[in-house]
């Protein structure tokens, strides 16, 4: 797989600690409402080929090593990403290598399940990203992926840094394009789709939908009740399954 090597938002000086801390606050909603329904969402993989697109640094890589994957490739744009991965999981037919997700070369039919999690509201082109994971996947592969949900990314250029996100009022939600956002100490852009531009750029690429996902929150994953009620609040994400059927090309 063709790589392209550069450095990230998650590689500027702090970013990246910042970004460690936060994943392990208690009722991370990463940890307590993404990761959950993700994990649902993937169901049994044992002996199955996995790419993962935009890996971080190897929570999901350790999950499906403990599911026992038979093979795994790990791409991420951040070196620093890269590195803790790699210490992360030390195992044979896991490899974890520098990537824009804009700039893959996917191995025609090489995969049985993509996974990308929180990825795509970084990349302007979605459409053409999925027809080459269309393409990377076997007959019958799956294709599931992550990104903040439409409501959070629709203000999120209006939205003061750190806030709680409480009140909100949903507006422009149909002027799609890059949004400015201050977040762990840093800018970065991220590009606002409305859930309808998602589903039409899976199906424009070949797949089959199977299951859509609002990041609803469960109780049995959270330690704090206060923490469960704020977020009934808003959708923080959005998840889709996706399937290439036999036959399908």
Known sequence: MKTIKGQSFYDQTGVFEQYVKHRAKPDNPNEVIE??????????VKGKSCLDIGCGYGAMAEYLQEQQVASYLGIDPSGKMIAAAR?????????????????????????????????????????????SIFAGLRSDGIFIFSVEHAVMTALMDKAKAGSKKEGWKVGAYFEEG???????????????????????A?????????????????????????EYTRRLELPRYLIFKAVKLKGSH
């Open 35 to 44: 990761t959950p329904i993700v994990q649902a969402l993937i169901g049994e």
């Open 87 to 131: 210490e992360r999981v030390v195992q044979r037919n896991f490899r974890f290598e520098l990537g824009q997700v804009e700039e893959l070369a996917i191995e025609v039919e090489q995969y049985d399940i993509v996974i990308s999690r929180l990825v795509f509201h970084y990349v302007a082109d979605i459409t053409s990203v999925f027809q």
């Open 178 to 200: 890059p949004r400015a956002h201050q977040w762990m100490g840093a800018a970065v852009t991220k590009y606002h789709k409305t859930i309808e531009t998602y589903f039409a």
């Open 202 to 226: 899976l199906r424009q690429s070949g797949f089959l939908v199977q299951d859509l996902r609002e990041g609803r929150p469960d109780k049995q994953h959270f330690t704090s009740e206060n």
